[in-house]
């Protein structure tokens, strides 16, 4: 911690006392009443109050990739914002050329409906994942053939909307697998299986 000549004088110095300090200089701070609690605050930089409500605004930064950032943004449909779009209400902001910069930051528009549409898609994407096999909800019918749905969105969907990026496991011969378990361990199972249900059952009868 950093500290004034002063009051490192003040925590360091012998106590006279004869009574051993319990205290630690930042405890000292803590318990110091004469002390209010205030942070330092870091100053507001590229503030702005937007006028056009029809946009969806970013700051992207510019200087990223050598300004592949910048142009992936545009090939997406932003486009330079403007002192017609926004006001600009600190000093660090400079507005020329059509743009409006913070150091390596450039201000961005989009259509709102087209930003909207891209959150929507990643709330659904979220729902479906939420929603596949393996998770449900009390008030669900449970299916026990592996190749069902019991209701949910397809998993196929997630495969599609995500490509290589995930995808969800569902066994081409299920049967092979069973086969290849000994009976008992297969028995096992169906009881743990049974039991689960049973219970669920129950719990939902209650509800």
């Known amino acids: 911690m950093a500290l004034t000549t002063s009051s490192q004088e003040s925590f360091h110095s012998p106590d006279t006392s ?34 056009n409500t029809e946009y969806y605004y970013r700051w992207v930064n510019r200087a990223h990739g050598n300004g592949s ?6 090939a997406m449909g932003f486009s330079n ?38 959150v929507k898609r990643n709330m659904q994407i979220s729902e479906i994942l939420q929603r596949m096999r393996g998770v449900h909800t009390r008030d669900e019918e449970l299916n026990s053939d592996v190749f069902a749905e019991g209701g949910r969105p397809a998993t196929m969907t997630v495969n599609n909307d995500l490509g290589n990026l995930a995808k969800s496991f569902i066994p081409d011969n299920p049967d092979a697998i ?13 009881e743990q299986t049974a039991a689960i249900r049973s219970k669920h059952a129950r719990q939902h009868a209650k509800e």
């Open 81 to 118: 914002a403007t002192t017609e779009d926004v006001e600009v209400l600190v000093g660090d902001i400079v507005a020329n050329n059509g743009e409006i910069r913070s150091h390596d930051v450039v201000l961005m528009k989009i259509d709102y409906g087209l930003w909207a549409a891209h």
């Open 69 to 74: 950032r910048y142009m992936q943004h545009k």
């Open 18 to 51: 004869g009574r051993a300090s319990k205290l630690s200089p930042e405890a000292q701070i803590l318990f110091n009443k004469s002390l209010v609690a205030k942070s330092l605050v870091i100053p507001e930089v590229a503030s702005i109050r937007i006028k």
């Open 178 to 190: 069973i086969d290849g378990q000994s009976a008992a361990a297969v028995d096992k199972v169906r």
